[in-house]
Protein backbone atom coordinates (compact mmCIF):
# COMPACT_ATOMS: atom_id res chain seq x y z
CA UNK A 1 0.00 0.00 0.00
CA UNK A 2 1.36 3.45 -0.41
CA UNK A 3 2.12 5.62 2.04
CA UNK A 4 0.69 8.60 -0.41
CA UNK A 5 -2.63 9.92 1.61
CA UNK A 6 -3.60 10.57 -2.04
CA UNK A 7 -3.15 6.97 -3.02
CA UNK A 8 -5.29 5.61 0.46
CA UNK A 9 -8.24 3.12 -0.76
CA UNK A 10 -11.67 5.17 -0.66
CA UNK A 11 -14.77 3.35 0.86
CA UNK A 12 -17.49 2.64 -2.40
CA UNK A 13 -20.38 4.59 -3.03
CA UNK A 14 -23.05 3.82 -5.08
CA UNK A 15 -23.70 7.51 -6.20
CA UNK A 16 -21.16 9.57 -7.47
CA UNK A 17 -20.89 12.85 -6.22
CA UNK A 18 -20.19 15.75 -8.81
CA UNK A 19 -16.72 16.92 -8.55
CA UNK A 20 -16.03 20.35 -7.71
CA UNK A 21 -15.01 23.28 -9.50
CA UNK A 22 -11.10 23.44 -9.98
CA UNK A 23 -9.51 26.85 -10.17
CA UNK A 24 -7.05 27.75 -12.86
CA UNK A 25 -6.80 26.90 -16.34
CA UNK A 26 -9.27 23.85 -17.43
CA UNK A 27 -8.03 20.89 -19.60
CA UNK A 28 -9.01 20.07 -22.74
CA UNK A 29 -12.46 17.89 -22.71
CA UNK A 30 -11.78 16.86 -26.56
CA UNK A 31 -14.40 17.34 -29.18
CA UNK A 32 -18.11 18.54 -28.49
CA UNK A 33 -20.50 16.14 -29.27
CA UNK A 34 -22.26 16.27 -32.97
CA UNK A 35 -25.53 18.60 -32.29
CA UNK A 36 -27.31 19.51 -35.43
CA UNK A 37 -29.86 21.54 -33.95
CA UNK A 38 -26.44 23.68 -32.59
CA UNK A 39 -25.42 24.51 -36.57
CA UNK A 40 -26.22 28.12 -37.98
CA UNK A 41 -29.57 28.07 -40.55
CA UNK A 42 -30.27 24.26 -39.32
CA UNK A 43 -34.10 23.85 -38.59
CA UNK A 44 -35.45 20.12 -38.04
CA UNK A 45 -38.01 18.67 -40.67
CA UNK A 46 -41.52 18.67 -39.87
CA UNK A 47 -42.81 15.21 -38.57
CA UNK A 48 -43.94 13.77 -41.52
CA UNK A 49 -48.15 13.47 -41.59
CA UNK A 50 -49.97 10.63 -42.91
CA UNK A 51 -51.61 10.44 -46.11
CA UNK A 52 -55.93 10.83 -45.75
CA UNK A 53 -56.18 7.76 -47.16
CA UNK A 54 -53.61 6.15 -44.09
CA UNK A 55 -55.09 8.37 -41.25
CA UNK A 56 -58.76 6.48 -42.03
CA UNK A 57 -57.92 3.79 -42.46
CA UNK A 58 -56.05 3.79 -38.89
CA UNK A 59 -58.57 5.40 -37.23
CA UNK A 60 -61.29 3.19 -38.56
CA UNK A 61 -59.00 0.04 -37.62
CA UNK A 62 -58.64 1.00 -34.16
CA UNK A 63 -62.53 1.86 -34.32
CA UNK A 64 -63.06 -1.68 -35.56
CA UNK A 65 -60.47 -3.55 -33.15
CA UNK A 66 -62.04 -1.55 -30.23
CA UNK A 67 -65.66 -2.38 -31.17
CA UNK A 68 -64.53 -6.28 -31.55
CA UNK A 69 -62.90 -6.19 -28.08
CA UNK A 70 -65.85 -4.79 -26.97
CA UNK A 71 -67.97 -7.56 -28.45
CA UNK A 72 -65.81 -10.10 -26.92
CA UNK A 73 -66.03 -9.01 -23.31
CA UNK A 74 -69.54 -8.61 -23.84
CA UNK A 75 -70.03 -12.19 -25.19
CA UNK A 76 -68.21 -13.41 -22.17
CA UNK A 77 -70.03 -11.36 -19.54
CA UNK A 78 -73.39 -12.77 -21.69
CA UNK A 79 -72.36 -16.10 -21.47
CA UNK A 80 -71.42 -16.28 -17.69
CA UNK A 81 -74.19 -14.14 -16.46
CA UNK A 82 -76.83 -16.89 -18.97
CA UNK A 83 -74.80 -19.84 -16.69
CA UNK A 84 -75.08 -18.15 -13.67
CA UNK A 85 -78.67 -17.92 -14.28
CA UNK A 86 -79.22 -21.76 -15.46
CA UNK A 87 -77.68 -22.43 -12.58
CA UNK A 88 -80.46 -21.93 -10.63
CA UNK A 89 -82.50 -23.94 -12.84
CA UNK A 90 -80.41 -26.47 -12.54
CA UNK A 91 -80.78 -29.30 -9.82
CA UNK A 92 -77.90 -31.73 -8.89
CA UNK A 93 -79.97 -35.61 -8.44
CA UNK A 94 -79.74 -38.62 -7.31
CA UNK A 95 -80.20 -39.72 -11.06
CA UNK A 96 -78.49 -36.70 -12.67
CA UNK A 97 -78.57 -33.16 -12.83
CA UNK A 98 -81.86 -31.93 -14.13
CA UNK A 99 -82.89 -28.76 -15.71
CA UNK A 100 -86.32 -26.98 -14.47
CA UNK A 101 -85.91 -24.11 -17.77
CA UNK A 102 -89.49 -23.56 -19.37
CA UNK A 103 -90.14 -22.85 -23.09
CA UNK A 104 -93.54 -22.24 -24.55
CA UNK A 105 -95.36 -25.34 -26.16
CA UNK A 106 -98.27 -23.86 -27.06
CA UNK A 107 -99.25 -20.01 -28.16
CA UNK A 108 -97.49 -17.69 -28.81
CA UNK A 109 -94.22 -16.66 -26.73
CA UNK A 110 -95.43 -12.99 -25.72
CA UNK A 111 -98.88 -13.63 -24.52
CA UNK A 112 -99.76 -11.83 -21.79
CA UNK A 113 -101.88 -15.09 -19.43
CA UNK A 114 -100.16 -18.36 -19.02
CA UNK A 115 -100.96 -22.16 -18.20
CA UNK A 116 -98.18 -25.07 -16.82
CA UNK A 117 -97.73 -28.18 -18.21
CA UNK A 118 -96.28 -30.95 -16.73
CA UNK A 119 -95.47 -33.92 -18.19
CA UNK A 120 -96.40 -37.61 -16.83
CA UNK A 121 -95.04 -40.29 -18.98
CA UNK A 122 -94.08 -43.48 -18.84
CA UNK A 123 -93.75 -45.66 -15.76
CA UNK A 124 -94.78 -43.82 -12.38
CA UNK A 125 -92.09 -44.15 -9.77
CA UNK A 126 -91.63 -42.45 -6.20
CA UNK A 127 -88.53 -40.55 -7.03
CA UNK A 128 -84.72 -41.65 -8.02
CA UNK A 129 -84.07 -43.30 -5.14
CA UNK A 130 -86.37 -46.34 -6.90
CA UNK A 131 -83.72 -46.60 -9.45
CA UNK A 132 -84.17 -46.20 -13.50
CA UNK A 133 -85.91 -48.32 -16.18
CA UNK A 134 -85.46 -49.50 -19.92
CA UNK A 135 -87.69 -46.79 -20.93
CA UNK A 136 -88.56 -42.97 -19.72
CA UNK A 137 -90.38 -42.87 -16.58
CA UNK A 138 -91.98 -40.37 -14.30
CA UNK A 139 -90.87 -39.46 -10.80
CA UNK A 140 -94.10 -38.63 -8.51
CA UNK A 141 -92.00 -36.49 -5.28
CA UNK A 142 -91.02 -34.36 -8.25
CA UNK A 143 -93.93 -33.80 -9.80
CA UNK A 144 -95.34 -33.01 -6.21
CA UNK A 145 -92.51 -31.14 -5.66
CA UNK A 146 -92.86 -28.25 -8.76
CA UNK A 147 -96.78 -28.30 -7.82
CA UNK A 148 -96.30 -27.62 -4.27
CA UNK A 149 -93.63 -25.05 -5.98
CA UNK A 150 -95.76 -23.05 -8.02
CA UNK A 151 -98.16 -19.85 -7.09
CA UNK A 152 -100.60 -18.03 -8.77
CA UNK A 153 -97.68 -15.08 -9.94
CA UNK A 154 -96.10 -18.34 -11.92
CA UNK A 155 -100.01 -19.48 -13.83
CA UNK A 156 -102.88 -19.31 -14.11
CA UNK A 157 -103.38 -23.11 -13.68
CA UNK A 158 -102.06 -26.50 -14.28
CA UNK A 159 -102.07 -28.85 -17.09
CA UNK A 160 -100.90 -32.38 -16.85
CA UNK A 161 -100.13 -33.89 -19.73
CA UNK A 162 -100.66 -37.99 -19.35
CA UNK A 163 -99.35 -40.71 -21.06
CA UNK A 164 -98.62 -43.70 -18.95
CA UNK A 165 -99.42 -47.25 -17.57
CA UNK A 166 -99.47 -46.69 -14.25
CA UNK A 167 -96.48 -47.89 -11.69
CA UNK A 168 -95.83 -47.12 -8.03
CA UNK A 169 -99.07 -46.38 -5.94
CA UNK A 170 -96.50 -44.28 -3.89
CA UNK A 171 -95.71 -42.02 -7.03
CA UNK A 172 -98.57 -42.09 -7.90
CA UNK A 173 -100.60 -40.83 -5.06
CA UNK A 174 -97.88 -38.38 -4.57
CA UNK A 175 -99.51 -36.52 -7.67
CA UNK A 176 -102.62 -36.56 -6.85
CA UNK A 177 -102.42 -35.47 -3.20
CA UNK A 178 -100.03 -32.04 -4.38
CA UNK A 179 -103.32 -31.44 -6.85
CA UNK A 180 -105.50 -30.91 -3.76
CA UNK A 181 -102.43 -28.76 -2.14
CA UNK A 182 -101.78 -27.11 -5.45
CA UNK A 183 -106.27 -26.18 -5.73
CA UNK A 184 -106.75 -25.40 -2.27
CA UNK A 185 -103.45 -23.16 -1.99
CA UNK A 186 -103.78 -21.08 -5.19
CA UNK A 187 -107.60 -21.83 -6.10
CA UNK A 188 -106.65 -22.48 -9.94
CA UNK A 189 -107.67 -25.59 -11.81
CA UNK A 190 -106.04 -28.33 -12.90
CA UNK A 191 -106.79 -29.78 -15.97
CA UNK A 192 -105.60 -33.25 -17.72
CA UNK A 193 -105.60 -34.73 -21.11
CA UNK A 194 -104.68 -38.10 -22.15
CA UNK A 195 -102.91 -38.53 -25.27
CA UNK A 196 -102.58 -42.32 -25.58
CA UNK A 197 -103.40 -44.02 -22.68
CA UNK A 198 -104.07 -43.03 -18.94
CA UNK A 199 -104.06 -46.61 -16.79
CA UNK A 200 -104.33 -47.89 -13.38
CA UNK A 201 -101.68 -45.49 -11.65
CA UNK A 202 -102.60 -42.52 -14.64
CA UNK A 203 -106.29 -42.82 -13.40
CA UNK A 204 -105.05 -42.73 -9.66
CA UNK A 205 -102.49 -39.61 -10.07
CA UNK A 206 -105.15 -37.59 -11.92
CA UNK A 207 -108.38 -39.01 -10.32
CA UNK A 208 -108.26 -35.49 -8.13
CA UNK A 209 -107.83 -33.18 -11.17
CA UNK A 210 -110.68 -30.45 -12.19
CA UNK A 211 -111.28 -32.27 -15.73
CA UNK A 212 -110.54 -35.06 -17.31
CA UNK A 213 -110.07 -34.79 -21.15
CA UNK A 214 -108.58 -37.63 -23.64
CA UNK A 215 -107.62 -37.50 -27.20
CA UNK A 216 -109.37 -39.37 -29.99
CA UNK A 217 -108.06 -43.39 -29.32
CA UNK A 218 -106.69 -42.59 -25.92
CA UNK A 219 -107.82 -45.31 -23.58
CA UNK A 220 -108.53 -44.80 -19.31
CA UNK A 221 -108.81 -47.22 -16.69
CA UNK A 222 -107.35 -50.62 -15.54
CA UNK A 223 -108.26 -49.25 -11.66
CA UNK A 224 -106.55 -52.28 -10.03
CA UNK A 225 -103.10 -53.17 -8.18
CA UNK A 226 -100.84 -56.04 -8.81
CA UNK A 227 -97.97 -57.82 -7.49
CA UNK A 228 -95.62 -60.63 -8.86
CA UNK A 229 -95.01 -63.19 -10.58
CA UNK A 230 -94.02 -65.14 -7.81
CA UNK A 231 -91.91 -68.50 -8.75
CA UNK A 232 -91.72 -71.75 -7.83
CA UNK A 233 -89.87 -74.50 -9.10
CA UNK A 234 -90.19 -78.09 -8.30
CA UNK A 235 -87.76 -80.76 -8.28
CA UNK A 236 -84.60 -78.43 -9.83
CA UNK A 237 -82.09 -80.47 -11.54
CA UNK A 238 -79.28 -78.09 -12.33
CA UNK A 239 -78.53 -74.29 -11.59
CA UNK A 240 -76.73 -72.39 -13.97
CA UNK A 241 -76.76 -68.31 -14.98
CA UNK A 242 -75.75 -66.23 -18.17
CA UNK A 243 -74.29 -63.15 -17.97
CA UNK A 244 -78.04 -61.32 -17.53
CA UNK A 245 -79.55 -63.58 -15.85
CA UNK A 246 -79.54 -66.84 -13.24
CA UNK A 247 -80.93 -70.00 -14.62
CA UNK A 248 -82.53 -72.75 -13.26
CA UNK A 249 -84.02 -75.86 -14.82
CA UNK A 250 -86.38 -78.28 -13.11
CA UNK A 251 -89.36 -80.33 -13.46
CA UNK A 252 -91.83 -77.81 -13.46
CA UNK A 253 -91.59 -74.06 -13.29
CA UNK A 254 -94.43 -72.22 -12.36
CA UNK A 255 -95.13 -68.87 -12.03
CA UNK A 256 -98.39 -66.12 -10.42
CA UNK A 257 -99.50 -63.40 -9.94
CA UNK A 258 -101.81 -61.86 -6.74
CA UNK A 259 -104.27 -59.11 -7.58
CA UNK A 260 -107.37 -57.21 -7.09
CA UNK A 261 -109.49 -55.93 -9.49
CA UNK A 262 -111.19 -58.42 -12.31
CA UNK A 263 -108.75 -59.45 -15.15
CA UNK A 264 -106.55 -57.57 -13.26
CA UNK A 265 -103.55 -60.32 -14.26
CA UNK A 266 -105.18 -60.95 -18.03
CA UNK A 267 -102.33 -62.78 -19.88
CA UNK A 268 -100.34 -64.11 -16.97
CA UNK A 269 -99.38 -67.70 -19.13
CA UNK A 270 -98.52 -69.70 -15.54
CA UNK A 271 -100.23 -70.16 -12.57
CA UNK A 272 -99.35 -72.44 -6.67
CA UNK A 273 -99.08 -70.82 -2.77
CA UNK A 274 -99.79 -71.47 0.73
CA UNK A 275 -103.43 -70.00 1.84
CA UNK A 276 -101.26 -68.35 4.94
CA UNK A 277 -99.25 -66.73 2.28
CA UNK A 278 -102.27 -65.74 -0.36
CA UNK A 279 -104.37 -64.42 2.87
CA UNK A 280 -101.55 -61.79 4.02
CA UNK A 281 -100.55 -60.54 0.47
CA UNK A 282 -104.23 -60.55 -0.55
CA UNK A 283 -104.69 -58.71 2.95
CA UNK A 284 -101.92 -55.88 1.95
CA UNK A 285 -103.86 -55.56 -1.71
CA UNK A 286 -107.17 -55.30 -0.42
CA UNK A 287 -106.02 -51.99 1.92
CA UNK A 288 -104.60 -50.34 -1.59
CA UNK A 289 -106.97 -51.81 -3.46
CA UNK A 290 -109.48 -49.58 -1.32
CA UNK A 291 -107.64 -46.66 -1.20
CA UNK A 292 -107.10 -46.50 -5.56
CA UNK A 293 -111.26 -47.16 -5.51
CA UNK A 294 -111.63 -44.35 -2.71
CA UNK A 295 -109.98 -41.80 -4.64
CA UNK A 296 -111.32 -42.15 -7.73
CA UNK A 297 -115.07 -42.41 -6.50
CA UNK A 298 -114.66 -39.71 -4.45
CA UNK A 299 -112.75 -36.99 -7.48
CA UNK A 300 -115.08 -38.45 -10.01
CA UNK A 301 -118.25 -39.03 -8.58
CA UNK A 302 -118.49 -42.91 -9.23
CA UNK A 303 -120.09 -44.78 -7.08
CA UNK A 304 -117.27 -47.55 -5.64
CA UNK A 305 -119.85 -50.87 -6.21
CA UNK A 306 -119.73 -49.60 -9.76
CA UNK A 307 -116.06 -49.58 -9.87
CA UNK A 308 -115.52 -53.28 -7.73
CA UNK A 309 -118.42 -55.06 -9.60
CA UNK A 310 -118.75 -53.67 -13.22
CA UNK A 311 -115.76 -51.96 -14.13
CA UNK A 312 -113.42 -53.99 -12.55
CA UNK A 313 -109.53 -53.52 -13.76
CA UNK A 314 -110.75 -53.15 -17.27
CA UNK A 315 -109.15 -50.17 -20.17
CA UNK A 316 -111.91 -48.56 -21.67
CA UNK A 317 -112.26 -46.57 -25.06
CA UNK A 318 -113.55 -43.25 -24.67
CA UNK A 319 -116.75 -43.75 -25.25
CA UNK A 320 -117.29 -46.11 -22.16
CA UNK A 321 -114.30 -44.06 -20.00
CA UNK A 322 -117.32 -41.04 -20.28
CA UNK A 323 -119.90 -42.92 -19.49
CA UNK A 324 -118.45 -44.71 -16.41
CA UNK A 325 -117.02 -40.79 -15.80
CA UNK A 326 -113.64 -41.53 -15.96
CA UNK A 327 -113.11 -38.57 -18.47
CA UNK A 328 -115.15 -35.18 -19.33
CA UNK A 329 -114.80 -35.13 -23.00
CA UNK A 330 -112.86 -35.90 -25.97
CA UNK A 331 -110.53 -33.32 -27.91
CA UNK A 332 -107.28 -33.46 -29.94
CA UNK A 333 -104.56 -30.94 -28.34
CA UNK A 334 -105.06 -27.93 -29.98
CA UNK A 335 -108.56 -28.45 -29.00
CA UNK A 336 -108.23 -28.68 -25.52
CA UNK A 337 -105.65 -25.92 -25.32
CA UNK A 338 -108.44 -23.54 -26.00
CA UNK A 339 -110.55 -25.00 -23.43
CA UNK A 340 -108.28 -25.14 -20.43
CA UNK A 341 -107.59 -21.42 -21.28
CA UNK A 342 -111.12 -20.66 -21.44
CA UNK A 343 -111.89 -22.97 -18.66
CA UNK A 344 -109.68 -20.95 -16.32
CA UNK A 345 -110.80 -17.68 -17.50
CA UNK A 346 -108.39 -16.37 -19.92
CA UNK A 347 -108.35 -15.58 -23.44
CA UNK A 348 -106.92 -18.19 -25.67
CA UNK A 349 -105.53 -15.95 -28.21
CA UNK A 350 -103.18 -14.62 -25.30
CA UNK A 351 -102.22 -17.60 -23.33
CA UNK A 352 -99.28 -19.35 -23.62
CA UNK A 353 -98.36 -22.77 -22.07
CA UNK A 354 -95.38 -23.28 -20.76
CA UNK A 355 -93.49 -26.63 -20.05
CA UNK A 356 -89.93 -28.01 -19.12
CA UNK A 357 -87.26 -27.79 -21.83
CA UNK A 358 -83.73 -28.84 -22.43
CA UNK A 359 -81.15 -25.99 -22.89
CA UNK A 360 -80.42 -24.69 -25.86
CA UNK A 361 -77.17 -25.56 -27.59
CA UNK A 362 -73.48 -25.54 -26.15
CA UNK A 363 -75.05 -24.50 -22.66
CA UNK A 364 -76.81 -28.02 -22.13
CA UNK A 365 -73.59 -30.10 -22.71
CA UNK A 366 -71.84 -27.54 -20.12
CA UNK A 367 -74.02 -27.71 -17.81
CA UNK A 368 -74.60 -31.75 -17.68
CA UNK A 369 -78.19 -31.41 -17.97
CA UNK A 370 -79.28 -35.42 -18.46
CA UNK A 371 -82.66 -35.15 -18.01
CA UNK A 372 -86.26 -32.63 -17.28
CA UNK A 373 -86.76 -32.61 -13.09
CA UNK A 374 -89.28 -34.75 -13.01
CA UNK A 375 -88.60 -37.03 -15.76
CA UNK A 376 -86.63 -40.48 -15.40
CA UNK A 377 -83.51 -41.08 -17.19
CA UNK A 378 -83.14 -44.40 -19.44
CA UNK A 379 -80.80 -46.63 -17.62
CA UNK A 380 -77.30 -47.06 -19.24
CA UNK A 381 -77.10 -50.15 -21.94
CA UNK A 382 -74.68 -51.43 -24.31
CA UNK A 383 -72.18 -53.72 -25.05
CA UNK A 384 -70.69 -55.47 -21.79
CA UNK A 385 -73.68 -53.18 -19.71
CA UNK A 386 -75.80 -54.96 -17.16
CA UNK A 387 -78.94 -52.89 -16.19
CA UNK A 388 -79.63 -52.27 -13.21
CA UNK A 389 -83.38 -51.95 -13.21
CA UNK A 390 -85.66 -50.70 -10.14
CA UNK A 391 -86.26 -53.13 -8.02
CA UNK A 392 -89.02 -50.39 -6.87
CA UNK A 393 -90.92 -51.45 -10.04
CA UNK A 394 -89.45 -55.09 -11.71
CA UNK A 395 -88.99 -56.87 -8.25
CA UNK A 396 -91.33 -59.78 -8.00
CA UNK A 397 -92.55 -58.41 -4.23
CA UNK A 398 -93.55 -54.68 -5.70
CA UNK A 399 -97.41 -54.07 -5.30
CA UNK A 400 -98.11 -51.84 -8.39
CA UNK A 401 -100.85 -49.57 -10.08
CA UNK A 402 -99.69 -50.75 -13.56
CA UNK A 403 -101.06 -51.99 -16.69
CA UNK A 404 -100.20 -54.72 -18.88
CA UNK A 405 -96.64 -56.19 -19.20
CA UNK A 406 -93.63 -54.68 -17.31
CA UNK A 407 -91.43 -55.78 -19.93
CA UNK A 408 -91.04 -52.23 -21.85
CA UNK A 409 -89.76 -51.19 -18.60
CA UNK A 410 -87.94 -54.37 -17.36
CA UNK A 411 -87.04 -56.48 -19.94
Known amino acids: MSDNPEHQDQSFSPVSEPAPPVAGPQQPQGPAPYAPASRPGYAPAPPKQPSGFGRGFGKGLGFALGLGVVAIVATVIAGFMAIASLASITLPTASGTATTQLATVWGDETATDSLRAIDISGTIMA ?94 GSIGIISGPFQRFENVTAIGSTILAAGVEAESITEEYLS ?143 HGSLTAACG
Open 127 to 220: DASDGALLGGGTYGYEIADMLDGLTVEDSSGVILLVNTPGGSITGSRAIADAVTRYQDRTGQPVLVHVSSMSASGGVYSTATADEIIADHGALV
Open 260 to 402: LGEGKDFGNPMRDMTEAERTQWMEMLSFEYGQFVGIVSEHRGIDESVIVNDMGAGVFATDQAQEYGLIDGVMGRDEFFRHAAETAGLNPDDTRVDSLSYPAGFLDSLLGIERLYGQSPVVEQGAGVTPSLSTAICGPTSVLAH
